[in-house]
């Protein structure tokens, strides 16, 4: 008997571990919900619930597949082994099968898996999944892991260039198995994490299951790729994906994506259009940040990439961070994006980049505070792609952006919110205003007091050389 072991890719298609496992024999299928495990790694409740949603979806799929998904409850990772093992012992499983996760824990957490089942003769088999090329591939010619985004892309286009990385064929139904699994199932009960209204009425906002996922690549593919180079940075137009969500648990796969792209084109590799080559750059930027944490894994503990930002001296202000946590900073794209990510758990990219340099350069406050609030909130909350996209913003990271050239977030708005649609949404409060005025309602009116509205918790001039004189101060950044 084979045990496949999801973990963040609730799929059937294109699934590596699954596909191998199936190829060996009889399949049983397990996954482990550790609630204490994703308190300790600020998982926001929005992706939790979305999780167990598709999780449903997921069993369901392996029901049309004869595959019973056995869901087990243990309260940390470390408990994952114990219970593993006795799983094993108790179905006479031979191999266990299950997709490489590249974090610090996770890694250990296999590692400890390993050690047990090697004891019993029941091998733990790992596949590479969640990346287009396995971690640790790409190498520069010094054999070591690029730190620059370009050079590792160009890689990346060479491999691409030679064949594109195939997907899985479909999995056989297989005979049912007559084994009575209900002994070893954690009851779940879905309703219960599902707490209130409002979170119920949020997952509306995110549909679950496989076929939503590819509907809405699809849909994407057909409709917006041709325009994203040209579209994607105005946060009204809803011109990207939005499948980051699916993306991260896996109900897609990052394969299936990357043939998307090339689905006119019969795959072959062959770039027509900018729109294609920006989207498949996104992409890369995804791998390239799980590669990073594969390399760097001090990145997740705490630590930015370029050392010497550790001597920054942040400003600490409960204040101006709570201002800015619950969009009330009188900036408004600002506070537009940080309520679009409390009211919907999702924020657009363009926007991410303008609130994270905001709070660490205008704010000078550190970005780890930001990470940690995005990942409590973001239902595409992904460590590699979260901590890569701080630490650019804060030039604390890898290659990032220049620390004197700081976003005004003002100027920001005018550009990709000229008419101040996306304001309009989420700061309702200044939806009578004008095109003009509505990016910086104070700027000419500096004592209207019928806007119902903050002025400016930081001036953004002054702010702004501040931010520049504290980076200079430290030593060769
Ligand atoms: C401060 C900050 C924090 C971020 N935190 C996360 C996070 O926790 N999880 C997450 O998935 N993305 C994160 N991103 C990257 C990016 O904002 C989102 O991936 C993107 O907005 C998702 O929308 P989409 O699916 O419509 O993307 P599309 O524009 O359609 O792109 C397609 C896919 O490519 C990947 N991608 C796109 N841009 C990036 C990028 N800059 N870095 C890494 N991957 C990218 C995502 O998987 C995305 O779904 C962060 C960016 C910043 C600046």
Request: charged share 15%.
């Amino acid at each position: 008997m084979q045990l496949i072991w999801f973990r963040q890719d609730l799929r059937i298609a294109d699934h590596t571990a699954l596909w191998h496992a199936t190829q060996a024999g009889p399949t049983i299928a397990v996954v482990f919900i550790s609630p204490e495990q994703s308190i300790l790694h600020h998982d926001a409740p929005v992706k939790n619930i979305f999780y167990l949603r598709q999780l449903e979806s997921l069993k369901t799929q392996l029901e049309t597949l004869n595959i019973p998904l056995i869901i087990q409850e243990v309260a940390l990772w470390k408990d994952i082994p114990h219970a593993l093992n006795q799983l094993c012992l108790a179905l006479k499983i031979q191999c266990i099968h299950a997709n490489v996760e590249i974090g610090v824990n996770e890694l250990q957490r296999d590692f400890q898996v390993q050690k047990i089942s090697e004891k019993n003769h029941i091998p733990l088999e790992l596949y590479h999944d969640r990346t287009l090329f396995p971690v640790g591939s790409i190498l520069n010619k010094s054999n070591l892991p690029y730190q620059v985004f370009g050079a590792f892309k160009k890689q990346c286009y060479e491999h691409l260039s030679i064949s594109l990385p195939q997907c899985y064929p479909a999995i056989q139904t297989q005979q049912i198995l007559n084994i009575d699994l209900s002994s070893y199932q954690t009851v779940i009960h879905f309703e219960q994490h599902y707490p209130d209204d409002a979170m119920t009425s949020l997952q509306q906002l995110w549909p679950v299951s496989e076929q939503y996922a590819f509907n809405l690549l699809d849909r994407f593919i057909h409709n917006d790729l041709a325009h994203y180079n040209t579209q994607r940075d105005f946060p009204n137009l809803n011109a990207t994906s939005q499948l980051s969500p699916y993306l991260n648990i896996g109900v897609i796969s990052i394969r299936q994506c990357l043939h998307a792209i090339f689905s006119t084109q019969q795959g072959h590799f062959h770039i027509d259009n900018s729109g294609q080559q920006t989207w498949l750059d996104e992409l890369l930027w995804r791998e390239f940040y799980q590669h990073i944490l594969f390399h760097f894994p001090e990145i997740s503990k705490d630590q930015p990439f370029k050392s010497n930002t550790n001597q920054l001296q942040w400003r600490q202000s409960e204040e101006d961070l709570m201002a800015w946590q619950q969009g009330q900073t009188g900036i408004p794209i600002v506070d537009a994006g940080m309520r679009q990510l409390l009211h919907t758990g999702w924020m657009h990219n363009r926007v991410r980049m303008i609130v994270a340099m905001f709070l660490s350069k205008n704010l000078l406050i550190d970005w780890r505070l930001g990470e940690a609030w995005f990942m409590q909130h973001l239902i595409d909350g992904d460590l590699a792609a979260n901590n890569g996209g701080w630490q650019w913003c804060a030039s604390t990271g890898t290659d990032a952006v220049p620390y004197f050239r700081i976003f005004n977030p003002v100027s920001q708005s005018q550009k990709f919110d000229a008419n101040g649609d996306y304001i309009r949404k989420w700061v309702p409060e200044l939806a009578h205003l004008d095109v003009k005025r509505i990016h910086d309602p104070f700027i000419n009116h500096p004592n209207d007091s019928s806007l119902h509205y903050p002025k400016p918790i930081v001036d953004l001039k002054h702010s702004r050389i501040r931010a520049i004189q504290a980076f200079k101060s430290i030593s060769s950044i």
